[in-house]
């Protein structure tokens, strides 16, 4: 949801609305206020110059924006869960965390932005919750030191997504193929956090092995907000939840086995046929017989061996051919 409800409560429950009609599995809020994260300080350091959505503002400005007021989360949770959603969030301090896990929080985000904050992974992980790490702008050493701080501390289950901290990002600048190398390399499940404006990056993210996918959520881009320009609106959620769904199961598994419906057709594939009417003790040529659809005859890989050999009797045009009708 991120800051997508515009301070308006309805809307934050609306959005959890469309979230379930969609069919995801959780929905996520962000946990702080301008004075935990910044200063209200206005000089060059403090202003942002980045970002079309939020150039132009002051890092205090952009996050009293975008915040979600802590006295509405308890009752959002308690909403998301009325809907069969599981709900979590993102501390960005570690008054944030003690907050969440009052709230009995079932895991945590970390943010890409708080990854080299190291007191507050030590403070996430000491709540022994599953923890969900997005690498937007971090190396291999930045994610080593990471990981490594939250299973010295106490978390044994993470996940790592795969992000690209530009707003909105690009195709070119996703590189979806670390998916599966973040797997295998930090020994974690893996995802992707998506910042691009349509679904293809998301649906192949699934393909590559991707276990975790994030999205922003709007009613609608036009309500504008401070996530608004690279959030999916709901109906755009709900076809990517139906496609991943329809990629997980094309997915299946590594098989060479016929399945159920192929076996139907495997009839209409080509097999060895009496194409011209054969008298008893006529030799087999390419005349009067052919490799065709469908598949009742032998098999083609006997039909170089049955040229020139003889037939045991009468055969009719459009008879597949079969062993018991050469004489060997």
């Not at 949770?77 to 570690?94: H, V």
């Not at 971090?138 to 997504?161: H, P, W, Y």
């Not at 881009?221 to 991943?244: H, M, Q, T, W, Y």
Request: charged residues 30%; glycine residues 6%.
């Amino acid at each position: 949801m991120s800051g997508n409800h515009n301070q308006n409560f309805e809307k934050a429950k609306k959005i959890i609305d469309e979230a379930a009609k969609s069919g995801v599995d959780a929905i996520k809020l962000q946990t702080y206020t301008a004075d935990t994260i910044t200063i209200d300080c206005n000089n060059e350091y403090f202003k942002v110059e980045v970002n079309d959505a939020w150039k132009g503002k002051t890092l205090y400005a952009l996050y009293e924006w975008a915040y979600t007021p802590w006295d509405w989360q308890p009752k959002l949770k308690k909403y998301a869960e009325s809907k069969g959603l599981i709900f979590f969030s993102t501390p960005f301090d570690e008054s944030a965390v003690d907050f969440l896990d009052d709230m009995e929080v079932q895991l945590y985000k970390v943010a890409s932005f708080e990854i080299n904050h190291i007191p507050l992974l030590k403070k996430i992980a000491s709540t022994k919750k599953p923890v969900i790490l997005s690498r937007g702008m971090s190396s291999e050493r930045d994610i080593d030191l990471a990981v490594k701080t939250l299973k010295d501390n106490g978390c044994s289950v993470i996940a790592i997504l795969h992000c690209v901290s530009s707003y909105p990002a690009k195709p070119e600048q996703m590189n979806i193929k670390t998916i599966a190398d973040i797997s295998k390399r930090f020994d974690v499940v893996s995802g992707l956090s998506d910042h691009t404006l349509t679904n293809e990056i998301a649906l192949a993210s699934v393909a590559l092995g991707a276990n975790i996918i994030e999205k922003h959520l709007t009613l609608s881009r036009k309500d504008g907000g401070p996530d608004a320009a690279f959030s999916l609106e709901p109906n755009e959620l709900k076809e990517l939840v139906n496609s991943i769904r329809n990629v997980e199961k094309a997915l299946g598994e590594v098989t060479y086995d016929i399945s159920g419906k192929e076996l139907e057709n495997i009839v209409f594939r080509r097999s060895i046929f009496v194409v011209k009417n054969i008298r008893k003790n006529e030799e087999f040529n390419k005349n009067n017989i052919r490799i065709i659809r469908p598949g009742y005859g032998m098999h083609p890989k006997f039909y170089e061996e049955t040229i020139g050999k003889k037939s045991k009797g009468n055969l009719k045009r459009g008879t597949p051919l079969r062993k018991e009708d050469i004489v060997e």
